[in-house]
């Protein structure tokens, strides 16, 4: 097929096949000019490489320039670090993108959200620098630089101008760590001049919190530093029903990647009963990426009709639909 663009398919572990394999009936059903090349990565090939993030796969992505991945489990408190963070590190994909919009009759406590997060994903406490001072004692170093800062708060004023959005959010917490936080503000002011059409804002950490639970209608474009956005991309996530019904990127300067940002499900993995959502929504998403905006709106459409209708539901949305049975609806919905 002329002009066919390679995706990296990264299935991850417990239910990321099954909502992998439904996400890619639906774009074959598209007809997208894609072609995928499945590697592997997470918990479950470890045994086979020795590592949770081999590098032949990191090598695939660095070639397609775009990937899209299924959640990959990590052991708490040991093992190997995150697939996920070695990902990110090794294709510096600095920007981890979370749209979050109210979705058609998932029913919660807020109406008319429509949100986007974006975090700062290579630095702050996730440096990952921290050491044992003395028995009992460790501490944990937060590198907060004059690039990533600047780099972060560019894409989120650009992101905002693309997209028509008129708010940015810097959200901080200077009040205390006046030096680190400050030069995260310092950078986000200075981008933000920039941009004199969008209005900027800044909030410190807690009251965002605070203000988030109160009325998220009030928040627009977010830009945080990597440990606030993990926190409040997850919160902002539970205003709309939580981790399945809501997409992520992690975007770099020539590479992409796609994820459901839930985590691997075990206890329902090879069940058959997963709600694919969040990884058709991140399709959705890298269909935008590649300018394939038509085919893009298309799916973002089969997806909201099904959710319109409340027909076709999965467990965790209080239906009983299969995954095949939910996939089967989107795409007749095509």
Excluded: W
């Amino acid at each position: 097929m002329a002009n066919t663009r390679t995706v990296t398919v990264l299935n991850g572990d417990g239910i990321g096949p099954e909502v992998m394999a439904a996400t890619i009936r639906v774009l074959e059903a598209l007809k997208v000019p894609l072609e995928f090349e499945y590697k592997d990565a997470g918990t479950e090939v470890v045994a086979k490489y020795g590592t949770n993030l081999p590098h032949e796969s990191v090598e695939a992505v660095l070639r397609s320039g775009v990937a899209l991945k299924g959640p990959t489990g990590t052991v708490v408190g040991g093992g190997l670090p995150s697939a996920n963070v070695g990902l990110r590190k090794r294709l510096d994909l600095y920007s981890s993108l979370r749209p979050v919009k109210s979705v058609p009759n998932v029913k919660t406590r807020y109406e008319n959200v429509d949100l986007v997060v974006v975090r700062e994903n290579t630095e702050s406490l996730y440096s990952g620098i921290e050491h044992i001072i003395v028995p009992g004692v460790v501490e944990a170093l937060k590198i907060i630089t004059e690039k990533a800062s600047t780099r972060i708060a560019k894409f989120a004023f650009e992101y905002a101008r693309k997209h028509g959005r008129k708010k940015v959010t810097a959200v901080h917490k200077a009040n205390i760590m006046k030096l680190s936080d400050g030069l995260f503000l310092d950078c986000c002011r200075k981008v933000g001049r920039e941009f004199p059409e969008i209005h900027y804002e800044e909030v410190i950490i807690d009251n965002l919190c605070m203000q988030l639970v109160k009325d998220p209608t009030r928040f627009d474009v977010m830009v945080l530093e990597n440990l606030y956005g993990d926190i409040v991309s997850d919160l902002c996530a539970g205003l709309v029903g939580g981790l399945g019904v809501v997409p992520g990127a992690n975007i770099g300067e020539r590479t992409a990647v796609f994820e459901a940002v839930h985590g691997t499900a075990p206890d329902i993995a090879g069940k058959g009963i997963a709600n694919p959502t969040a990884l058709m929504m991140s399709a959705v998403m890298m269909l935008d990426y590649l300018d394939m905006r038509d085919e893009a709106r298309r799916m973002e459409s089969a997806i909201h009709k099904v959710y319109t209708e409340a027909k076709v539901r999965t467990g965790d949305l209080g239906g009983n639909a299969t995954t095949r049975e939910f996939t089967d609806a989107i795409i007749a919905a095509l």
